[in-house]
């Protein structure tokens, strides 16, 4: 049975919309799609020629997809390879401690992952007399704020008893699923077969789950349709959202002091879904984990991470203008609300607010809990970006700069939704996760000749 007519025509106005936004000449493409007949042919040759769209003559940006024009447009200057010796760290805990800092992160922000601004936040917490945040939400405050995520009774404070599960936390356990069994050779293929073995369709959101969707499609008939590394191209909507940057975690741990790897790994995961600043996203949230082990300094982390982002993209001209407001603040309140008034329309899952909020919680983070708290008061997507603050300000600070005390209530028991996942023990995970760095240069390489510089996997 293919999908209604009506419902493609729906998700076409999407594309165009997105196809705008990215700078192409859509001019006219709106009024031509509404002419369309209703026929799947027709809608099928509107989708292709969305393809082959030209940019607009004023378009500023280049933006590649493909890895090796994404390293051309790039600081010549980045680091290929390690950025110090990780010898004189305790790698292996630091990883941990990333680990836990991200799952304490997306349990945090998972009440309030309803899109608050940090103004919605501040005044339900003043109201009950919890501001600034210190700790997991409370039932008191969401009163107060008006509306909940609906996973919100078992991520209360008064009513934590394990990890809920978390499309988040999802796809942080996938990647390190891919990179035990397949290493550095792991291609779109490999992600699509673990995808369909362990991630049901309702836990995927945007991209992935219409990908989820064609991989399904093409399990029953191969030679339907496009191949896996063509999945992204159409029928697409929000290709730039931040699904994939949530996705790149393990990668980071894997490779501690190896920014450039770390980012090749995160293009070849979320080019299997996104295009443009949903690949940059993954890249640089991949890079600042990889670069937040071995670092000085929070901004040197993302400093770092730029460098891995076309310098002429949106992404990097948006990101490195927070960089600088947030350089030039004098406290965390102020970097919000700089950035908020510049950015503000990007909202949830719209990753330049967002990414600009991730360096102005690092630069101004006392220790991991404060980056947390932070980071979740600051609103948007509140659950992904405490997740992804807990990895980066995790990697940085290292052991003991998480009090025990936002692990107790787990009581060591992690849920997933995955199909073939069966370790419930959080600290059994954190310790696979640990192992990474060594099991990506034991595993078994298809890819001899793979290089970090190089890029590997399907283009």
């Known amino acids: 049975m293919l999908p209604h007519r009506e419902f493609l025509r729906k998700r076409l106005e999407q594309v165009v919309a997105d196809k705008a936004a990215q700078g192409h000449d859509t001019a006219g493409l709106l009024s031509e ?44 200057s980045r680091p ?40 919605e936040i501040r005044q339900a917490a003043e109201s009950v007399g919890e501001w600034p945040i210190r700790y997991y939400i409370s039932v008191r405050l969401l009163e107060k704020l008006g509306r909940r995520h609906p996973s919100w009774y078992r991520t209360v404070r008064e009513q934590i008893a394990y990890v809920v599960p978390d499309d988040d ?41 219409t990908v989820l969707v064609k991989a399904a499609i093409h399990l029953l008939d191969p030679e339907f349709g496009e191949s896996p590394a063509e999945w992204a191209e159409s029928w697409n909507p929000s290709d730039e959202a931040c699904g994939a940057a949530i996705r ?7 490779c501690p002091g190896r920014p450039a790897l770390a980012a090749e790994l995160a293009w070849r995961d979320s080019s299997f879904t996104h295009r443009r600043t949903g690949i940059y996203g993954a890249m640089f949230i991949a890079a600042a984990i990889a670069a937040a082990f071995v670092v000085d300094k929070p901004l040197d982390i993302f400093e770092t991470a730029l460098k891995f982002i076309p310098r002429h993209s949106r992404f ?48 101004f983070a006392t220790d ?65 996760m640990a192992r990474l760095p060594a099991t990506i240069e034991t595993v078994p390489s298809q890819n001899q000749g793979h290089t970090a510089s190089a890029g590997s996997g399907d283009a």
């Open 33 to 76: 799609l509404k002419r369309l007949p209703n026929s799947y042919d027709a809608l099928v040759a509107f989708a292709r020629r969305l393809h082959e769209l030209p940019l607009r003559k004023d378009w500023p940006y280049e933006e590649p997809n493909d890895l090796q024009a994404i390293w051309a447009t790039c600081d010549p």
């Open 80 to 119: 290929v390879g390690l950025l110090s010796d990780v010898s004189d760290r305790d790698i292996a805990s630091r990883i941990e401690t990333a680990f836990f800092s991200a799952v304490c992160g997306c349990m945090l922000g998972k009440p309030l992952e309803v899109d608050p601004t940090l103004a």
């Open 169 to 209: 936390i999802n796809y942080m356990i996938l990647g390190m699923l891919i990179l035990e069994k397949k290493g550095l050779a792991f291609t779109k293929d490999d992600l699509a077969n673990f995808w369909m073995r362990n991630l049901p369709t309702l836990w995927a959101w945007g991209p992935e789950r």
């Open 248 to 254: 790149v975690d393990a990668y980071g741990y894997a």
């Open 316 to 363: 990097h001209e948006i990101v490195s203008d927070c960089f600088q407001i947030v350089a030039g603040s004098s406290g965390w309140l102020e970097g919000y609300e700089k950035i908020h008034m510049r950015y503000g329309q990007y909202r949830h899952c719209s990753l330049y607010q967002e990414c600009g909020l991730l360096i102005n919680t690092a630069h």
């Open 368 to 432: 991991i809990g404060d980056a947390l708290c932070k980071q979740v008061s600051q609103g948007c997507d509140t659950d992904c970006f405490g997740k992804l603050s807990g990895s980066i300000m995790g990697a940085y600070f290292g052991p003991g700069y998480l009090e025990e005390s936002w692990l107790t209530p787990f009581n060591d028991d992690l849920r997933t939704s995955l199909g073939i996942f069966y370790d419930r023990s959080l600290r059994s995970v954190a310790k696979r």
